[in-house]
């Protein structure tokens, strides 16, 4: 079994940062790509940024500049430091990583439990 658990969500004014962690626990032989999604009321869920295996960052154009993207594969962790927020970005946010359980085994993807941030204009 792997289990995501997720932290650091919460309340923020505008201009404000706040940083994500996702920390994966259980059978892992390795994470392959991860990335961050968000969801917020009444849209459809976006990918906000998404890091390969060899740690290349890609980020949606909304985010660039503001966001980073980081994983720690010693630790099984990731996380998303957010900066300069705004309150288009109040959203239910997720984090989506591929890990292979075993070395012959294929990735499977699997996702947090979800954190609310919430920015305040």
């Known amino acids: 079994q792997v289990q995501l658990v997720e932290s650091g969500g919460g309340l923020v004014q505008a201009g404000g940062s706040l940083i994500l962690s996702c920390a994966a626990s259980?059978?892992?032989?390795?994470?392959?790509?991860m990335g961050w999604y968000r969801q917020a009321p009444g849209k459809q869920r976006e990918l906000v940024a998404h890091?390969?295996?060899?740690?290349?960052?890609n980020y949606a154009d909304s985010v660039k500049g503001r966001f980073t993207i980081s994983r720690d594969n010693a630790k099984n962790t990731m996380s998303l430091q957010m900066n300069s927020l705004k309150p288009e970005d109040t959203a239910v946010y997720y984090c989506?990583?591929?890990?292979?359980?075993?070395?012959?085994?294929?990735?499977?993807?699997?996702w947090g439990q979800g954190t609310q941030v919430t920015v305040s204009s």
């Open positions: 989506n990583l591929d890990i292979r359980r075993t070395p012959w085994g294929t990735s499977v993807n699997y």
């Open positions: 259980g059978s892992i032989f390795s994470i392959n790509a």
């Open positions: 890091m390969t295996s060899g740690g290349s960052p």
